[in-house]
């Protein structure tokens, strides 16, 4: 979605100032994204289309050496291999939401980013959504759904552990001996869909308020500030994004859209500095200056129209690295589909009390691969772990666990750095 919105803006800041060939091209892209929403259901993947020699290639080079594509550290010299630059290749996330009317007519969508009003589709039964990890052959490595209030989760621990690595028969060594207390994690291990009511699981978290759980407000920006700031991310990008039309082909119309980096980036944080003190408090802190590692040449994406509608982007990631070497490259791919088939709920799931799930949580968070679960660090036998401070808190919401999920799992027993941990290492995705 943010993408979508992105190009749309992209379209919008162009046509105050464009050439008739880039106007016409720009309006084509802001019609496009304006029917994402037209259909009751959509769907969005992003993958990795650059081949295993093309991840090889690009993690073996220049600045990427030595580094892992997430940027941890690989050894000195120590070059990807083949068989982990196949496993990342073709890897994909998809995201899919359904409901019972167009989208654009939902609430939740209708009132997003409008101020005093909840954006949260976490409790809303209207609408259904998915999220799925998958690989090159489109198996499913990590999938989480949800539907009518009851979040399903499903996990190919092994082709996770291999995708990493490691030796996946350490899967099985956890498994060995689970307590009955633990047997929720057995059963994620096992790769059997599992399945928790939500409302019950953010009534669980406001228990220490004396509140019942209600649907936690996203951020709001106040409407006269968003207006300031949507002029002014429209001047920017009206005086440094070009459009140019590539033609069609069997139906698909091709454009490609470029901007110098550098000055794409400076320009835009001069545009939103004066603007930033009047951000919500949830965004944190406004960097003190423009990122300074942004590449000082052009770089730009192309974009596919079917039918008038967006199909499909892609964008090589190489462009942003420091030196680019002759021939590397790194294509990722956003695909959409209006017409995506409705999220189900999985059959045969097996249903997690609260209890049970925040023990399966705490056992999986608290154990690496080769450790043994022990009962007696999980559960009613958990230590009490210190409470998490109001800073700790907003720190942890930064990177993406809210407050009240964090409470939980604090009074759970994990302490301040294990959340922390948790939270840089596992996208929890909003369920």
């Known amino acids: 979605m943010p993408v979508?919105?992105?190009?749309?803006?992209?379209?919008?800041?162009?046509?105050?100032?464009?050439?008739?060939?880039?106007?016409?091209?720009?309006?084509?892209?802001?019609?496009?994204?304006?029917?994402?929403?037209?259909?009751?259901?959509?769907?969005?993947?992003?993958?990795?289309?650059?081949?295993?020699?093309?991840?090889?290639?690009?993690?073996?080079?220049?600045?990427?050496?030595?580094?892992?594509?997430?940027?941890?550290?690989?050894?000195?010299?120590?070059?990807?291999?083949?068989?982990?630059?196949?496993?990342?290749?073709?890897?994909?996330?998809?995201?899919?939401?359904?409901?019972?009317?167009?989208?654009?007519?939902?609430?939740?969508?209708?009132?997003?980013?409008?101020?005093?009003?909840?954006?949260?589709?976490?409790?809303?039964?209207?609408?259904?959504?998915?999220?799925?990890?998958?690989?090159?052959?489109?198996?499913?490595?990590?999938?989480?759904?949800?539907?009518?209030?009851?979040?399903?989760?499903?996990?190919?621990?092994?082709?996770?552990?291999?995708?990493?690595?490691?030796?996946?028969?350490?899967?099985?060594?956890?498994?060995k001996d689970l307590p009955e207390k633990l047997k929720p994690v057995g059963d994620v291990l096992a790769g059997k869909w599992v399945g928790f009511d939500l409302q019950a699981l953010a009534d669980r978290a406001k228990e220490s308020d004396g509140k019942k759980a209600a649907p936690s407000a996203a951020p709001s920006v106040d409407p006269e500030l968003g207006g300031e700031l949507l002029n002014s991310i429209k001047d920017v990008l009206g005086r440094t994004v070009t459009y140019e039309d590539k033609g069609k082909k069997d139906g698909t119309e091709h454009l490609w859209i470029s901007a110098p980096a550098r000055q794409l980036v400076d320009?835009?944080?001069?545009?939103?500095?004066?603007?930033?003190?009047?951000?919500?408090k949830q965004l944190g802190t406004f960097p003190d200056q423009a990122p300074s590692d942004v590449p000082d040449r052009r770089i730009g994406l192309d974009l596919y129209l079917k039918n008038g509608a967006f199909s499909s982007a892609t964008f090589d990631l190489a462009q942003l690295a420091d030196k680019v070497e002759p021939g590397v490259n790194f294509p990722v791919k956003l695909a959409f589909n209006q017409a995506a088939p409705a999220v189900q709920a999985p059959a045969d799931a097996v249903k997690l009390t609260t209890e049970q799930l925040t023990d399966a949580v705490v056992g999986l968070a608290t154990s690496g691969p080769g450790d043994e679960l022990d009962p007696e660090s999980v559960g009613g036998d958990l230590p009490m772990a210190p409470p998490l401070t109001d800073a700790q808190l907003k720190e942890i919401a930064g990177l993406g666990i809210p407050e009240s999920r964090a409470r939980m799992y604090n009074e759970a027993g994990l302490s301040y750095e294990d959340i922390k941990e948790m939270a840089t290492t596992v996208a929890p995705s909003g369920a």
């Open 4 to 175: 979508a919105v992105t190009a749309s803006v992209l379209a919008t800041g162009l046509t105050a100032c464009g050439t008739v060939e880039q106007l016409s091209a720009a309006q084509k892209v802001s019609k496009a994204f304006d029917k994402v929403g037209d259909g009751k259901s959509a769907g969005f993947t992003l993958s990795i289309d650059a081949t295993p020699e093309q991840v090889a290639a690009f993690a073996n080079s220049g600045e990427h050496k030595g580094k892992s594509l997430t940027g941890s550290a690989r050894g000195v010299d120590r070059e990807m291999d083949e068989k982990t630059a196949k496993a990342v290749s073709g890897l994909s996330v998809s995201v899919a939401i359904s409901a019972d009317k167009p989208l654009k007519d939902v609430e939740a969508f209708r009132n997003a980013g409008k101020a005093g009003k909840n954006t949260d589709l976490t409790l809303d039964k209207s609408v259904r959504v998915s999220y799925l990890l998958a690989d090159r052959s489109g198996t499913a490595l990590l999938e989480y759904r949800q539907v009518d209030g009851t979040g399903y989760l499903h996990a190919d621990a092994k082709g996770l552990v291999k995708l990493s690595g490691e030796d996946p028969s350490v899967v099985d060594e956890m498994r």
């Open 267 to 280: 320009e835009m944080y001069k545009a939103v500095k004066p603007l930033s003190a009047k951000f919500p």
